[in-house]
């Protein structure tokens, strides 16, 4: 054997041992990519039946929105009428219950003047009488 033999049988079995020592996390590589295909199978099979729950709670959603949006609506139209028959009130009553309560505001503020009045005259009457007596 020569030496440039020699050399290729060394370069051949370092090559082989390469090749062992590569095969072993392929392998393992393979098996990892194996259970994560199974994984994401598994995972595609369960998400069918949730996405289907999904979709009927959304229809389910949409139904009471449109419910609600029929509410929010007749909800709108009794706040108009409101409105409309509180400035109808204001418009025919407000003017006469403005001047009902400024006159009996005033009518009870001159019957308290008068009251008073009264009330000073009669202290007034006392207070001469007493210091006539003294």
């Known amino acids: ?34 259970e994560a295909t ?29 419910r609600v949006d029929g509410m929010t609506a007749n909800a709108r139209a009794v706040t108009a009428n409101v409105s409309t028959l509180t400035a109808l009130f204001t418009a025919t009553m407000g003017g006469p219950l403005v001047k009902i309560a400024a006159f009996s505001y005033g009518l009870n503020k001159a019957l308290r003047r008068r009251r008073k009045a009264a009330v000073d005259d009669e202290t007034g009457r006392r207070g001469r009488r007493r210091r006539g007596r003294r």
């Open 38 to 66: 199974i994984a994401i199978r598994k995972a595609h099979e369960r998400s069918e039946p949730l996405l289907d729950n999904a979709n009927t709670t959304i229809d389910h959603v949409n139904t009471q929105l449109s």
């Open 1 to 34: 054997m020569t030496a440039g033999q020699v050399a290729a049988l060394v370069a051949a079995g370092a090559f082989a041992l390469l090749v062992v020592l590569l095969a072993v996390p392929l392998i393992k590589l393979g098996r990892t990519l194996d």
